[in-house]
């Protein structure tokens, strides 16, 4: 079964501050296949990232994803106040997976 | 702009059917090249993958649910509707629907755009 493990659980930060979160899948993913979504309270997600690195459109150019074979990165340049939510990643290798989230607060 | 819209019971009795429709509005499944897919979020966790398929009947499901999933779509209304049988308190879920970005012939990616989600609850 390929599992994707997402870290930190939770990441606490300040507005103006880089996050960098972390995704590892439990087989090497093929042509890079990962997708980041950024998911807010009571909204459904909405795609950031596809292809390990190619940003979706309309996403500001402060969300960025780099990695490739099982470890993969979304780096968040400097915060928004808006930026504060849920990310998952989600592998679509084999099968679709998504990770279990990483849930970015406010310090 | 392509929107996508849930549609259906938020109650189901446990063993029934699960029955949600999604509409499609701002372009067309049958001109797509797309996949339509399902994707559910029980309270409070994780996000899961139920099951996609082509306007030329081509499907895919999750291993764990394929059993008791059944996808259809009507391309006249531009909808697509999601069967999930034999409900238990498991499946208790917000339900998206979202279009499935194809990637080539049987290959499918990411999700975009998502619906707003309904809520749906297996409860006696």
């Known amino acids: 079964e390929f599992v994707l493990t997402q870290s930190p659980g939770t990441l606490s930060l300040s507005p103006g501050e880089r996050a960098t979160l972390s995704c590892r899948a439990s087989q090497s993913l093929n042509n890079n296949y990962l997708a980041w979504y950024q998911q807010k309270p009571g909204q459904a997600p909405r795609l950031l990232i596809y292809?390990?690195?190619s940003r979706a459109s309309g996403i500001p150019d402060r969300f960025s994803g780099s990695g490739s074979g099982t470890d993969f990165t979304l780096t968040i340049s400097r915060l928004e106040p808006e930026d504060f939510a849920v990310y998952y990643c989600?592998?679509?290798?084999?099968?679709?997976?998504f990770g279990p989230g990483t849930h970015l607060e406010i310090k | 702009q392509l929107q996508l819209q849930e549609s259906g019971p938020g109650l189901v009795k446990p063993s029934e059917t699960l029955s949600l429709t999604c509409t499609v509005s701002?372009?067309?499944?049958?001109?797509?090249?797309?996949?339509w897919g399902w994707i559910r979020q029980p309270p409070g966790k994780g996000l899961e993958w139920v099951g996609s398929r082509h306007h030329n009947g081509i499907t895919f499901a999750n291993p764990s649910l394929k059993s008791r999933v059944a996808i259809s779509i009507d391309t006249s209304k531009d909808q697509f509707s999601l069967k999930l049988t034999s409900v238990t308190a498991a499946d208790t879920a917000v339900y998206y629907c979202?279009?499935?970005?194809?990637?080539?012939?049987?290959?499918?990616?990411?999700?975009?755009?998502w619906g707003q989600g309904t809520l749906v609850t297996v409860s006696p």
């Open positions: 292809g390990a690195s």
């Open positions: 701002g372009g067309s499944i049958s001109s797509s090249s797309h996949y």
């Open positions: 979202a279009r499935h970005i194809s990637m080539g012939r049987f290959k499918i990616g990411w999700f975009d755009p």
């Open positions: 989600q592998q679509y290798d084999t099968s679709r997976t």
